[in-house]
Structure formats: structure tokens, C-alpha cells
């Protein structure tokens, strides 16, 4: 058994203050461990300015198994990413996950 982390950035996106995206990705084992969190991407597109706080929060995450009509097996991983605050902010989703 191997004990590697795979990391990946499946989203970059810009959220504007107040707003709540629902991020998801399918296709995946469900089998794994996966870890999320969500940075700020430093000034990217030339909207974030000094001085400013940018937090970024994940308030929900949860998987969902989609069954096909076949028997057929889906897993889906899912994250809800909100902006509290009153600036908008460029960012990307970081996932680490087991390789087994």
C-alpha cells in the first residue's frame, strides 16, 4: 500500500462578495480520502487590491453516489465555497487525495 497525496487544483474562478458557488467534480473512486480547501489567487486578473483581506470559506462538503439504471457506479465529490467578505476574489480549489 502506498501512502502518497495527489494534488490538484480542478477549479479557478472568481466569486464576488456574498456569493456561494457548489464546485463538483464525478468520475472519481469511492475509495479515497479527499481534502479541500480554497485559496486566493494573488491578483491574477488585476482585481484585488491593497490593502484588502481576502477569506475564502468552504462551508459544506459531501459525496454523492449516482446509480445508474444498470447498477452502474458514480462518485461524485462536492464543495460549497462562500465569500463573506466585501471585496471579490480570484481563487482556485485545492484538492489532496490518497492514491488508494
Known amino acids: ?54 477569506d475564502l470559506e468552504i462551508i459544506r462538503e459531501w459525496s454523492t453516489l449516482w446509480v445508474s439504471d444498470t447498477g452502474g457506479l458514480n462518485y461524485q465529490w462536492n464543495v460549497r465555497v462562500t465569500n463573506p467578505f466585501l471585496s471579490t476574489a480570484a481563487c482556485r480549489l485545492v484538492v489532496a487525495e490518497t492514491d488508494n
Do not use: C
Open 1 to 54: 500500500m502506498s501512502h502518497e497525496v495527489n494534488i490538484s487544483t480542478p477549479f479557478n474562478f472568481v466569486i464576488q462578495p456574498a456569493e456561494t458557488w457548489d464546485l463538483f467534480s464525478g468520475g472519481h473512486p469511492g475509495n479515497k480520502a479527499r481534502f479541500f480547501t480554497v485559496n486566493a489567487d494573488p491578483d491574477p486578473f488585476g482585481i484585488e487590491f491593497e490593502p484588502n483581506q481576502m
